[in-house]
C-alpha cells in the first residue's frame, strides 16, 4: 500500500518532559511501510535534539500496535547484500544508540517488525488484547530487524526459539511472565500507564538515567567485567555532574530536588 505524500504517518505530542509518538496507519495496522519507518525515525530525532524532552512513549493508533512489515514492499529487498542498507536499518538504529528512555505502549497485534519495535524499546507496557509474535518462518523468511538478537536477550533462548522457529503468537500474560514486557494493564490504559511511567522517569535526573541505561543496553554487549568497568565509568561521570550535588543535598535537606540536566 503507497502512503499519501500528505499523510501523517507518525503524530507526535507533548506531555510535559515526555513525547507521545503514535504510529497512523491504523487501516493497516500500523504496518511499517518504507515511509512510516522514515517518518519514526525523524521524530525520534526531533525528540532526541529537544532538550526538554526527557522519555519517549511509542503507540499506535487503532486496533493494533504494529502489524509487522508492510509486505507489499518486503519483495523489493529480494537480491540485497548483506551490507546494503535496508529500510528498517535507520530506525532500529536509531533506537539502539538513542540518547532518552523509550517506553512502548502495546495493544492489539505486535507481530513481526511490531514485536522487533517493542523489543528496541527500552520497557513495553502492554494491554491484555496485546499478541507478541515473529511469524516470520510461516513465510518463508526470519526476522531482519534485531528479532533473533533481541528476543533471546529479553526471553531467553528456550523460549525465544518456540517463538521464532514455530512463529505462533503469545499473549500479554505470557510475554509478561516471560520479560519481553514490563506490566500488563487494560487496554484502554495503555497510553496513560506508559505515559505515567514515562514521566515518573522523567522527574530523576536526566544525566543520570541516561547513563544508567546507557550501561544496562551494553549488559548484553559487553563480558562482565566490561560491563561492570562501564558501569564504574558511568557511575563517576554522573557523579561529577550538578544535578548529583543537587540531589545528595535535597536528600539531605529532606527536600525535593530540581535537576536540571547538568
Same mark, same amino acid.
Given at each position: #500500500?503507497?502512503?499519501?505524500?500528505?499523510?501523517?504517518? /507518525? $503524530?507526535?505530542?507533548?506531555?510535559?518532559?515526555?513525547?507521545?509518538?503514535?504510529?497512523?496507519?491504523?487501516?493497516?495496522?500500523?504496518?511499517? $511501510?518504507?515511509?512510516?519507518?522514515?517518518?519514526?525515525?525523524?521524530?525520534?530525532?526531533?525528540?532526541?535534539?529537544?532538550?526538554?524532552?526527557?522519555?519517549?512513549?511509542?503507540?499506535?493508533?487503532?486496533?493494533?500496535?504494529?502489524?509487522?512489515?508492510?509486505?507489499?514492499? /518486503? @519483495?523489493? #529487498?529480494?537480491?540485497?547484500?548483506?551490507?546494503?542498507?535496508? @529500510?528498517?536499518?535507520?530506525?532500529?538504529?536509531?533506537?539502539?544508540?538513542? @540518547?532518552?528512555?523509550?517506553?512502548?505502549?502495546?495493544?492489539?497485534?505486535?507481530f513481526g517488525g511490531g514485536c522487533e519495535l517493542t523489543l528496541a524499546c527500552d520497557i513495553a507496557i502492554a494491554g491484555r488484547s496485546a499478541r507478541f509474535a515473529v511469524p516470520e518462518v510461516k513465510l518463508g523468511v526470519l526476522p531482519g530487524a534485531g528479532g533473533t538478537q533481541r528476543l533471546v536477550h529479553a526471553v531467553g533462548k528456550p523460549k525465544a526459539m518456540r517463538m521464532l522457529l514455530t512463529g505462533d503468537p503469545v499473549d500479554a500474560a505470557w510475554a509478561r511472565d516471560a520479560g519481553l514486557v514490563a506490566d500488563v494493564v487494560d487496554d484502554e490504559q495503555v497510553v496513560p500507564a506508559a505515559l505515567e511511567l514515562a514521566a515518573r522517569i522523567a522527574r530523576n535526573a536526566p544525566r543520570a538515567v541516561v547513563l544508567a541505561a546507557d550501561a544496562a543496553r551494553r549488559a548484553?554487549?559487553?563480558?562482565?567485567?566490561?560491563?561492570?568497568?562501564?558501569?564504574?565509568?558511568?557511575?563517576?561521570?554522573?557523579?561529577?555532574?550538578?544535578?548529583?550535588?543537587?540531589?545528595? $543535598?535535597?536528600?539531605?535537606?529532606?527536600?525535593?530536588p530540581a535537576f536540571t540536566g547538568r
Open positions: #500500500m503507497t502512503d499519501q505524500l500528505t499523510e501523517t504517518l /507518525v $503524530s507526535a505530542e507533548r506531555h510535559g518532559p515526555v513525547a507521545l509518538l503514535t504510529l497512523q496507519r491504523a487501516a493497516s495496522h500500523n504496518a511499517l $511501510s518504507r515511509g512510516l519507518v522514515a517518518e519514526l525515525a525523524g521524530r525520534l530525532a526531533d525528540a532526541a535534539a529537544d532538550p526538554e524532552v526527557r522519555a519517549v512513549v511509542i503507540a499506535g493508533a487503532g486496533p493494533a500496535f504494529c502489524a509487522g512489515a508492510d509486505i507489499t514492499e /518486503v @519483495p523489493a #529487498m529480494i537480491g540485497a547484500s548483506p551490507t546494503d542498507e535496508l @529500510p528498517f536499518d535507520r530506525l532500529f538504529d536509531t533506537l539502539a544508540g538513542y @540518547p532518552k528512555p523509550t517506553v512502548a505502549a502495546v495493544h492489539g497485534t505486535a548484553h554487549d559487553q563480558p562482565l567485567q566490561e560491563g561492570l568497568a562501564t558501569e564504574r565509568r558511568n557511575f563517576l561521570l554522573a557523579l561529577g555532574t550538578d544535578d548529583a550535588r543537587e540531589g545528595l $543535598s535535597a536528600f539531605t535537606e529532606r527536600r525535593q
